[in-house]
């Protein structure tokens, strides 16, 4: 006898509670139901239902059961999904979300995903808004900070970053380079408009540069690469970004607790199409 037909007549079973549903459901006898259940029970050595009047409520040993069972089927129309969709071409839009310092890293990826699939229309959104994965607001998250602890979502680490202080030459020209945060005073810094605590690099801004000294304050990163990139003071930037500009000088090396973790973050339901998996590998290979 097919054992994984009769643990499924027992999953259907549980969720139907009558023999005659059951069958109806398998296209089977009523008496194959009975047949399977006893067997199973039978080979099992446990009791997998309290038979009454109206019908089988499942025990405790059967609701087990019924849960391995219900997380196979859904592995299995999973893979069946994906099997399906290889011999087809990827089609259709595809959204990944980033903080905009992460654009840089990310397009030439973006361009080979898209050359490789011509039928994926791409759809890149940038910015501090948390995009809702559950509502399909986006098939891949890049998420920058502490690890993101939703529920239903699949977490995968991605890369660290430095983040160093910068200056414009022409800035340290006016100004001199200041070698230690000692050397601060007399000093114009960038800095971001709400400055919370448990950041590590808003902190440090608070630790180390007063309030007299910033020179500009704004929530938004483009604006603050812009005034360092114009000399108008001192501020923070990736590392990977802030190399792409030779103009840029590193005032103080980099340190350990600002660094920053990015994670690729998928919902469980979307994780393993074919779509999502296929960025996903071209990513790891190329960064």
């Given amino acids: 006898m097919d054992r994984w037909q009769i643990i499924r007549t027992a999953h259907h079973l549980a969720k139907l509670g009558t023999i005659s549903a059951t069958a109806s459901e398998l296209g089977v ?3 194959t139901v009975l047949r399977h259940i006893d067997a199973l029970e039978e080979e099992l050595g446990v009791t997998l239902f309290q038979r009454h009047s109206r019908g089988y409520v499942p025990t ?3 609701k087990d059961l019924t849960q391995v069972v219900s997380a196979a089927e859904d592995q299995f129309g999973q893979l069946f999904g994906r099997l399906k969709q290889q011999s087809e071409p990827l089609s259709g839009e595809f959204i990944v979300t980033s903080l905009v310092p992460l654009a840089s890293l990310l397009m030439p990826v973006l361009k080979v995903f898209q050359e490789q699939h011509p039928s994926v229309q791409v759809k890149y959104l940038t910015g501090e808004k948390l995009y809702r994965l559950e509502f399909g607001e986006a098939h891949v998250a890049v998420r ?3 690890k993101p602890d939703l529920p239903d979502n699949v977490v995968i ?4 970053h430095q983040i160093s202080l910068y200056a414009h030459t022409d800035y340290l020209g006016r100004y001199g380079h200041p070698t230690t945060p000692d050397a601060f005073k007399g ?3 960038i800095s971001f408009a709400e400055l919370v605590p448990k950041i590590p690099v808003h902190k ?3 630790a180390n540069v007063n309030e007299s000294d ?5 929530n938004d990163g483009q604006v603050i690469k812009q005034a360092i990139l114009d000399a108008l003071g001192i501020g923070f930037m990736f590392q990977h970004e802030a190399r792409q500009h030779a103009q840029l000088v590193e005032v103080l090396p980099p340190m350990a607790e600002l660094e920053v973790q990015h ?5 469980r339901d979307l994780h393993h199409s074919v779509k999502v998996q296929a960025f996903l590998d071209l990513v790891r290979s190329r960064l």
């Fill in 29 to 31: 006898h009523r008496a």
């Fill in 60 to 62: 405790d040993a059967c």
């Fill in 144 to 146: 920058t900070g502490p």
């Fill in 157 to 160: 680490p991605f890369l660290t």
């Fill in 187 to 189: 000093h114009r810094f």
């Fill in 204 to 206: 440090w801004i608070l």
């Fill in 214 to 218: 910033i020179a500009l304050k704004s």
């Fill in 263 to 267: 994670w690729l973050v998928t919902h």
